[in-house]
Structure formats: C-alpha cells, structure tokens
C-alpha cells in the first residue's frame, strides 16, 4: 500500500524560480524523508524530518512538517538546471527503517 | 566513501530462467532491501533483511526470494522470470536504528522476453 502521494506529479520552472513539492500520508509516523533520484538512477537522501519537528533546512532544501494535516512540504529555492530529477517522500511509521515511499514529483528546471 | 553495488546496471532475460540480482554494501549495515520501482507505482518492498538469515516480506514478494548469508551482501531471486517482473529493481541499506537514512545502489533494469 503506497503511504505517501505527492503532489504535483510533475513540475516544470525556470531557473532560479522556487520549486514546492507536496507529500502526503495516511498513517502516524515516526519519521519523513525526501530522496531524490536522477534519471535511470539510484535515490539519494536529502533530509530527514522527525515526528515532533516542523521545519528544517539544508542549503537551499527547505522541509515542513504538519503532522495534524499528515502532510509534508519541499522547497528548492533558486532552482538549478542540476535540481533537474524526481523527487520522492518516504515515510517510516514503525521506527524500524522500513519505508514507505510515494510515487514522486518529477521536476524539470529550464535553464 | 559509501557504497551500494549491484551486480548489473541491465540485465535481458527470457521468461521462466532463474534470475540472480546482487546488492553488495560496504558500510557494515545491518538493514538491506529490495524495491522495485515502476513508472507511476513509485518504489514498492519486496523483501527486507535486518540481519544474516534473517528476511521478512514486504509488500510484494510474490515471485521472489532472497538470501543473506553475509552482512554485505543480499540477493534477489526470480526463481521464474516472468514479463511482469520486467522492472528496475533497487537495493538500499541502512543502519539498524529505527530513525536513519536509506543508501541507494544504482539499480538494474531488468527486461524479461
């Protein structure tokens, strides 16, 4: 069962234009992740949210954390050609590593 | 530098050959999975493993298996590959804390004829 659906699933900008991607989730969780996956590739984490957090930064990443509307937010500002890829937020509700994932937000940065 | 190997990047198979992926970490991680990741399903569990001989189902293992003799080292076997399983599969792994991050390999793109 998919945990997490994102919001838009596609993303079109220029660059240098913010880009906001939404996560969205069912159940109680522990923890929220977002990942991101160049094209044919493996997922690289970018940042880690933790249940009893609202906000955290890192660089140019910017995430929220709602856990009352089970929703989760990613801001990329001053996008770049290179943020160019598909982004995905996973979930972990039993504290035990396992995620869960959503389908992603594929976003494309123009130069 | 971490590390998450797979065995190969593609892969061309025909229907009902016996089917080996190998995921192979250097970072001493107790957790290993296998996903599968499908255009508009995103990444689906297939099995876990939080120790040596030890493996538990995820959320589709039907037609598939794994084993874990070594910590680095988890496979994932089609026992009898069938077009449906023609996918990209991924093998990810973490440390045994609840709250941590997951390492990537960079998949195989398996094509199943």
């Known amino acids: 069962s998919q945990q997490g659906e994102e919001d838009p699933q596609a993303l079109s900008i220029q660059e240098g234009e913010n880009a906001t991607m939404n996560c969205s989730y069912k159940?109680?969780?522990?923890?929220l992740q977002w990942y991101r996956q160049n094209s044919g590739r493996g997922l690289v984490h970018l940042i880690l949210i933790r249940s009893n957090e609202r906000e955290k930064h890192s660089g140019r990443l910017r995430v929220t954390l709602d856990t009352s509307k089970k929703s989760s937010s990613l801001l990329i500002t001053a996008s770049r050609a290179a943020d160019t890829a598909s982004y995905f937020c996973?979930?972990?509700?039993?504290?035990?590593?396992?995620?869960?994932f959503g389908q992603g937000t594929t976003l494309q940065v123009k130069p | 530098d971490v590390k998450v190997t797979q065995s190969s990047r593609y892969l061309v198979k025909r229907t009902g050959e016996k089917v080996f992926l190998e995921c192979v970490q250097d970072?001493?991680?107790?957790?290993m999975f296998w996903y599968r990741q499908d255009p508009g399903l995103g990444l689906r569990l297939i099995y876990f493993s939080y120790d040596v001989k030890m493996k538990e189902k995820g959320d589709i293992p039907e037609g598939y298996s794994v084993s874990r003799e070594k910590k680095e080292r988890f496979s994932l076997i089609l026992e009898s590959a069938s077009t449906n399983q023609t996918s990209m599969y991924l093998c990810?792994?973490?440390?045994?804390?609840?709250?941590?991050?997951?390492?990537f390999g960079p998949g195989t793109r398996l094509t199943v004829l």
């Open positions: 159940t109680s969780i522990n923890n």
């Open positions: 996973a979930t972990d509700a039993s504290n035990t590593g396992k995620l869960i």
């Open positions: 990810a792994s973490s440390r045994p804390q609840g709250i941590d991050e997951q390492f």
């Open positions: 970072m001493d991680h107790e957790n």
